[in-house]
């Protein structure tokens, strides 16, 4: 199956006789990164009920909106990924 994503497309960890493989690896760091940005914008939501947390909260949510710029580096990673290319001697 091949795909504008093929090039850099799984990633293999192995720890002793195990192998974990991620498929589509920059996917799966955006999914990772969105899934941090839904929980500092959470706690930060509930943080802001608490008047003694509101500076909390706050910091959350700049974290969170900082996160915002990583989501579409991530997706120009993907696009832009770099191979070594192989010694054509």
Do not use: C
């Amino acid at each position: 199956m091949s795909d504008k994503y093929s090039i850099g497309k799984t990633l293999t960890l192995t720890v002793g006789n195990e192998q974990l493989v991620i498929w589509r690896r920059y996917e799966v760091m955006s999914i990772i990164n969105d899934f941090f940005i839904a929980t500092w914008f959470l706690l930060g939501s509930v943080f802001f009920l608490y008047p003694s947390l509101e500076k909390v909260a706050i910091w959350f949510f700049i974290i969170g909106s900082a996160q915002f710029l990583i989501r579409p580096t991530i997706r120009l990673l993907a696009h832009l990924h770099i191979q070594r290319v192989p010694d054509s001697r």
